[in-house]
């Protein structure tokens, strides 16, 4: 495989119940992928093993070209609860990362690094107040300034936006994705949000219910990529996509074993590109990831 990350025949087995088995997944650089799936299928199972902390019972993951032995400071994560260290300021905290990327770096620079981070997620002014005096979606920006600040090959987010109110949610997508697309940062996200996952994804992993899960295909966003979360739903082909992942969670991912389509392939899960509807051209294709 030639993809940027590559996770080769993955297992993650805890005594005599495997997670899921043989899982292959491909992403490439600048890529923003989402997985979604439902609650213990094992996407933070998938999640902790690219971040390294986590191995893998068999399989290998590889990240240009190299293999994943631990954790790196070019695999950044952003937790669900943003595990900020709370005797620390916010500069504080995000000047921990940035040193720790760069130790031999002078004061200065790791304070404008820091600095800099912080501005990017809108918390500029703030760098002085500790985790305590902070609102959850101002803690969670402070994850991702720290996570962002070392500039890491990857972006690994678990589910960043999910204990935040609707409003700051929506705020934060904004940012993250304004973030992201400017920078072609690569990113794996999970979520169980289907709408964000159609706003910020390029490719959308649908996982099947575990144990033994597996991936049951790939979901390309054919959403044009200058969508904003106000004109979504106004975009046409939102609601074919949304209904197909939907469909997915409700039924398909419950007894995609028994109905696997024929041929499917763990090793090339297939890419499905639903059509943009126009009068004449609005049922689903699917294609095979590797016959183009
Ligand atoms: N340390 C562990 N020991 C035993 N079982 C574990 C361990 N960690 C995870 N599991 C099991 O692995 C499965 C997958 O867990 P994982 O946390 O990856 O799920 P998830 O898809 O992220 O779920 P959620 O959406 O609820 O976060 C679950 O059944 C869980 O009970
Ligand atoms: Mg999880």
Redesign the pocket.
């Known amino acids: 495989m030639s993809e940027f990350i590559s996770i080769e025949g993955i297992a993650r087995r ?1 005594g005599q ?1 495997a ?1 899921f088995e043989d899982l292959w997944l491909g992403i490439p650089r600048g890529n923003f992928t989402c997985m979604i ?10 999640l902790n093993i690219l971040a390294g902390l986590d191995r893998p019972s068999d399989g290998v993951v590889v990240v240009d070209g190299t293999g994943i032995e631990g954790p790196s400071l070019d695999r950044a994560v952003v937790f669900q609860s943003h595990a900020l260290l709370p005797w620390r300021s916010v500069l504080g905290n995000v000047a921990f990362a940035v040193s720790s990327r760069w130790p031999d770096a002078p004061r200065a620079e790791v304070e404008q690094r820091a600095r800099a981070a912080i501005a990017k997620v809108g918390l500029a002014g703030s760098e002085a107040k500790r985790p305590a005096e902070l609102s959850g979606g101002m803690k969670q920006r402070v994850g991702i300034a720290r996570a962002l600040s070392i500039e890491p090959k990857i972006l690994l987010m678990d ?1 960043p936006f999910s204990a935040l109110d609707a409003l700051t949610r929506g705020t934060l997508q904004d940012e993250v994705r304004r973030i992201c697309t400017q920078t072609d940062q690569t990113v794996f996200m ?1 979520t ?1 949000d289907v709408d964000e996952a159609i706003y910020l994804a390029d490719r959308i992993v649908l996982m099947t219910n ?2 033994g899960a597996e991936i049951a295909e790939i979901v390309v966003n054919t959403l044009p990529r200058a969508r904003t979360r106000a004109d979504l739903h106004h975009q046409p082909g939102f609601y074919e996509l949304r209904n197909h992942l939907i469909d997915f969670l409700v039924t398909r991912s419950r007894n995609f074993r028994d109905h696997a389509p024929a041929g499917h392939d763990r090793r090339h899960p297939p890419e499905v590109r639903l059509a943009i509807p126009h009068a004449d051209n609005a049922s689903p294709t699917q294609e095979n990831a590797h016959a183009s």
């Open positions: 805890f119940q997670v799936g439902h609650s213990g299928c094992g996407k933070t199972t998938v589910e999970i169980h575990g144990p």
